[in-house]
C-alpha cells in the first residue's frame, strides 16, 4: 500500500471501505464497535474513519471467528491478552535498554 505517512493508526478509510477490505458487513463492523472490541476515530461529522491497525485488527478478529470459531467474548478476551503481553514486551525491552545504557555508563 502506497501511503505518504507510516503511521499505521493514521485513521483514512470509511466503514464501507473497511467492510468490504475485511470481507465483512458493516453491520458487523457496527456490532463490534458496539461491543467495544474495536473503536474506529470520527470524523467532525461524526464518521467512522479506520485505520491500518484498525483492519489489521479487524483480520485478525475475522480469522479467530471464522478460521478457529472463536466466539466473540473470546476475541475479546484474546485481543486484552494481546494487548496486555505487547506492553509488558515493550516494559521489557525499556529495561534491558536502559540495563544496558547503565552498564555502558559504569565502564
Do not use: F, W
Not at 496486555?84 to 545504557?101: C, F, G, K, N, V
Amino acid at each position: 500500500m502506497n501511503r505518504i505517512t507510516s503511521d499505521d493508526s493514521e485513521p483514512c478509510y470509511v466503514i464501507s471501505v473497511v467492510a468490504r477490505m475485511v470481507g465483512v458487513h458493516v453491520q458487523t463492523l457496527r456490532y463490534y464497535e458496539r461491543m467495544g472490541i474495536i473503536t474506529p476515530s470520527r470524523s467532525r461529522g461524526n464518521i467512522r474513519l479506520y485505520s491500518d491497525r484498525d483492519v489489521d485488527q479487524l483480520r485478525h478478529i475475522k480469522t479467530l471467528t471464522d478460521d478457529l470459531g472463536v466466539n466473540l467474548a473470546g476475541v475479546e478476551v484474546i485481543t486484552r491478552l494481546m494487548e496486555h503481553i505487547t506492553q509488558m514486551q515493550r516494559q521489557l525491552d525499556e529495561m534491558q535498554a536502559e540495563i544496558e545504557h547503565l552498564k555502558e555508563t559504569r565502564i
